[in-house]
């Protein structure tokens, strides 16, 4: 896709990939979720974003061999950012960046390993943390998704809207517990997202070094 990103802050992120880190150069696919706009990616050893007045999901699956990960760390940055919003409101929740992982109960993991993002997001059985950069809300707070099937996805935001640059460490474990209940499933899929088609606004962002563990 044509796109002209942040070479400085990709050039930070692209740093050598150590044992289990997710590469963002190959297996990416965008879902356009508009016939009429969509965001822009750059893949390579770091993804960078570009989302004008639109909104689409990059998406990857998670080979076999991760599906039991249970702690996930990542470095994102953030050039231009949408205004704060409250990520509980359907169609008024635009947020900079958001890194999804997407769970199945692990009898059904081998049956969905190759399934579409849109047949995973239709799926009962299949829950969703969204962990995401942006809104207004503090961090670590549990917000249900107004969309899909209720009670299959929640975002938890870990930065407010804002620009900067940072690095996460989350215990997915912990957090599918606090969100759903019990324990996790296998980790089947990867999405990254930016969200700016509410407020009209732009956002030119960045994200690498994804580690699963």
Excluded: C
Aim: proline fraction near 5%; glycine fraction near 12%; charge should be positive.
């Amino acid at each position: 896709m044509r796109l002209a990103l942040l070479p400085a802050i990709l050039a930070t992120l692209a740093t050598p990939a150590p044992a289990g880190s997710v590469s963002f150069a190959k297996g990416w696919q965008e879902q356009r979720l508009s016939l009429f706009n969509s965001n822009d990616y750059r893949f390579g050893s770091s993804l960078g974003m570009v989302s004008k007045d639109s909104v689409s999901i990059a998406w990857t699956r998670v080979a076999p061999q991760d599906w039991t990960s249970s702690r996930a760390s990542w470095s994102w940055t953030v050039d231009q950012s949408v205004p704060p919003t409250d990520l509980s409101r359907k169609g008024g929740d635009d947020r900079n960046i958001s890194l999804y992982f997407v769970f199945v109960p692990e009898r059904i993991a081998p049956s969905l390993g190759k399934a579409g993002i849109r047949n995973l997001l239709g799926n009962k059985d299949v829950r969703i943390i969204q962990y995401a950069w942006g809104g207004k809300h503090g961090r670590g707070q549990v917000i249900r998704s107004p969309y899909g099937p209720a009670g299959q996805g929640v975002t938890i935001p870990l930065r407010q809207a804002g620009t900067g640059a940072h690095h996460e460490s989350v215990d997915l474990a912990a957090d599918y517990a606090r969100a759903f209940g019990g324990e996790r499933g296998a980790l089947i899929g990867l999405a990254v997202s930016g969200d700016s088609d509410d407020t009209d606004s732009v956002i030119r962002a960045a994200i690498g070094n994804l580690e699963l563990r």
